[in-house]
């Protein structure tokens, strides 16, 4: 069997790291936010190369965060792709605002710049161009129409830690980053957590109020606040994996290569390969094929042993709880096209070379069957 994932393998090479962390963390019972969070989050701004980063309970809450310190809310229209995790589009509802959502590009399945312009009305007040996959999405021209058009970029780096576009990492491109720190991200937890990343002062300020009950000074509530804050235990742990984080990536891009070569060698043209472009770097968050004959193939590989995720088996537009929105299929055929042909084969640091190979042939012998 090879899974799609396994935590259990990264954790037995970090074991003692980890329950040091942890443990250190029990001892001095500082479980909510405290000295181990705080030094997580001075090295992951450093890794952003962002000025702060502010460590919350989730990658939602993260989006739905930032949302708050830019105050908007109802009225408001904030532009998002329509291929992305529904936690994008579920962050804009929170606040009140309207999901307003844009096709992807057919290569890169990030948000399609040309489509933003054409969205905007009086009311758009943000984009939320969403990293997918490990790949950055066309930054340049996403903050050229923002910038003309007065909107806040919010990006959504839950998929993306550690990549990078023209140099610069995720995260640090637009008004503030969001990441995701769910165990199955490229940098997880041991339970949930995520983080902002900004170099703006006084939206990170704003942000560290938002979280700990609108308290800037204790005892003293200025803003409408929540309680999104990180634990300490997790800081911890987020703490001794970051030391890792960048032999991990190199690993998954080892990987992807390997893949990329395997697929190569048996050159099937019913097999479409991730499209990494030359302006960045793709952390492979997920190694997501595309085929034609998607879920035949899919039980195809679950009979050979070799298990597979879908990211996402349907697009924003079409998912029930976004009815509303009235936009019905052939809305936006990239995106459709996208999530009828994805499959995301198994990458982790700790996969062999060998079990590459064994998914690159089943993944041939089962197009060669299909099809
Ligand atoms: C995982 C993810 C989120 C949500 O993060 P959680 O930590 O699970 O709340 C948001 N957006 C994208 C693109 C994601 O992949």
Excluded at 165 to 186: D, H, I, L, Q, T
Excluded at 348 to 367: N, W
């Amino acid at each position: 069997m090879i899974p799609y994932i396994d935590l259990k393998a990264q954790h037995r090479d970090i074991r003692d790291e980890l329950t040091e962390a942890i443990g250190a963390v029990i001892d001095s019972a500082q479980f909510v936010l405290g000295p181990a969070v705080e030094r997580f989050e001075g090295g992951f701004a450093e890794y952003c190369g962002a000025r702060h980063a502010i460590g919350v309970n989730s990658g939602t809450t993260a989006l739905h965060m930032a949302l708050l310190a830019l105050d908007i809310g109802a009225g408001d229209e904030v532009i998002v792709p329509a291929h992305t995790f529904i936690a994008t589009a579920f962050a804009v509802r929170y606040v009140g605002a309207k999901p307003v959502l844009v096709d992807i590009d057919p290569d890169r399945l990030t948000m399609l710049p040309s489509a933003i312009e054409a969205a905007v009305t009086a009311r758009t007040r943000a984009v939320i161009p969403v990293h997918m996959h490990g790949q950055m999405a066309d930054m340049d021209p996403i903050m050229e129409i923002a910038a003309r058009r007065g909107l806040a970029v919010i990006e959504d780096a839950a998929q993306a830690v550690g990549a990078s576009y023209k140099g610069r990492p995720a995260g640090s491109v637009g008004a503030v980053g969001c990441f995701s720190f769910y165990p199955a991200k490229n940098l997880g937890a041991c339970g949930e957590g995520g983080a902002l990343v900004t170099s703006d002062d006084a939206l990170a300020r704003r942000l560290r109020g938002l979280r700990d009950w609108g308290q800037l000074t204790r005892g003293v509530h200025e803003l409408p606040g929540y309680n999104f804050r990180m634990d300490g235990i997790q800081g911890a742990a987020l703490g001794v994996k970051l030391r890792h984080l960048p032999a991990w990536t190199e690993a998954r891009q080892r990987i992807a290569a390997e893949y990329d070569r395997a697929f190569a060698r048996a050159a099937s043209p019913r097999v479409v390969l991730p499209r990494p472009c030359p302006d960045g770097a793709h952390v492979y968050h997920h190694y997501a094929i595309r085929t034609p004959d998607r879920d035949a193939l899919r039980r195809h590989l679950d009979g050979r042993g070799v298990q597979t995720a879908i990211h996402y088996a349907l697009p924003v537009h079409l998912q029930p709880c976004l009815a509303d929105l009235g936009l019905g299929p052939g809305t936006f055929p990239n995106a459709e096209a996208a999530t009828a042909a994805i499959l995301s084969l198994p990458i982790y640091p700790e996969l062999a070379p060998s079990d590459v190979q064994r998914v690159v042939d089943a993944v041939v012998e089962g197009v060669h069957a299909n099809g």
